[in-house]
């Protein structure tokens, strides 16, 4: 069995604190979707998932990988103080410097492009909800397997964020608010995590070096190339949607993402809650790949046989078109999982960052060019298969060189 006694109950608790962290970061968009389309319209909301696919470049860049590699190394080394406080404090460094260097591009682009200028406050919460939000430290809390703490403030901050935002958002002008409120609620979190942080773990900031910070962005860069790759077709396909056609069929498409975003998260977060876990012991590996497979599976039939039902149910706009998207989502859900479970959770712990990184690159390089084509030509539809087949390739090729490598 994946989870025996004792020291495997950890495993579970992690699973909860992180479902409670990151699958209400998930679970509050979608609730909210369907109240902004109704009070904002679809056109707006199209808008607003602008805006965040825009931010989100620079999300991968402040995050640089450092929810793998300094997951990894805290839980490696979580019993020696000093060497928790290097890492603590040479992160958080690397991120404020890599915050600083994505806003200036950022505020370069927003301000040389009429269209992103136009609705300049609504990029300007997007950004800094980023920042608030690439600056947690999840990654010491997972380390440490104690998710727990940071699990009830997110809880918190959210209950926050949904009643600010039913409580401010009343018309279709609102929407210019929605980031703004949502950053907010992300500062919160943050903020009370970094007093846990030192009142609770103890963990101090220690004096930074330049060659702390060098050696903090080699260690993360092959992680960083790898996470990063996939924003080139994931947010792409909305960056490329909204340039291209009215935010009307982006906010379909978005609407749709939400919900397979949903499942994708799920996974992303036991994928997350097992790794100090197999870290430990690369053999459990084989049991964990099995059990996250079966979960895949499910979960991706669930949403293409309900696909229908599902869109009806949560919006009140584009509903045919919405399920149709999902459709096709359920099968990227599956390979998603396969690439969580083979790339994420194996090949970096044994030492095979480079052909991770190497792998997505090519495959998100060559699904960003298949979008710039294909989207101004064909719509939605280019979009939801362009973003299919990269998953299904990135799937295939973790699953080969995870053989390649188990087999040795």
Known sequence: MLIKEPA??????????????????VLVPLLVAPFLIKVVGIEKFGLIAFSLAFA???????????????????????????????????ILASVVILSFGCALAAAGVVYFFPRLYEESWLFF???TLVIMQSALPVWLFIGYEKMAFIGGLSAASKVLYIGSLFLLIRTEQDYVYVNIINAVSAAVVLVAALFLI?????????????????????????????????????????????????????????????????????????????????????????????????VGG????????????????????????????????????????????????????????RVVAKMTFVV??????LLVIFIPLFGLTAAVSVFVISRFVLAILSVTFYVKSHAK
């Open 8 to 25: 495997q109950r950890q495993v579970i608790s992690n699973i909860l604190s992180l479902f409670v962290l990151k699958g209400i970061d």
């Open 56 to 90: 989100a470049y620079f999300s991968a860049a402040i995050n640089y990988g450092f929810n793998i590699t300094a997951s990894r190394d805290i839980a490696r080394c979580r019993h020696d103080a000093n060497q928790v406080a290097w890492i603590y404090s040479h």
């Open 125 to 127: 919460g997007a950004f």
């Open 198 to 294: 030192r009142y609770s773990f103890g963990v101090r900031f220690v004096s930074i070096t330049l060659s702390g910070v060098i050696t903090s962005l080699k260690g993360g860069w092959s992680v960083f190339v790898m996470q990063l790759s996939p924003v080139l077709y994931n947010n792409s396909s909305v960056f490329v949607l909204g340039a291209t056609f009215p935010p009307s069929v982006v906010g379909v498409y978005s609407a749709a993402m939400r919900v397979a975003e949903v499942a994708t998260t799920g996974g992303r977060l036991l994928a997350n809650a097992f790794l100090p876990y197999i870290a430990v012991d690369i053999d459990r590996h084989e049991a964990f790949s099995k059990f996250m497979i079966f």
């Open 298 to 353: 499910m979960v991706g039939g669930v949403i293409f046989v309900f696909s229908s039902a599902i869109a009806e149910l949560l919006f009140s706009e584009g509903e045919e078109l919405i399920s149709y998207c999902l459709k096709w989502f359920s099968f990227g859900v599956f390979f998603a999982f396969l690439y969580l479970t083979y790339s994420q959770n194996y090949l970096p712990l044994v030492s095979k960052e």
């Open 364 to 369: 998100s390089v060559l699904g960003l060019l």
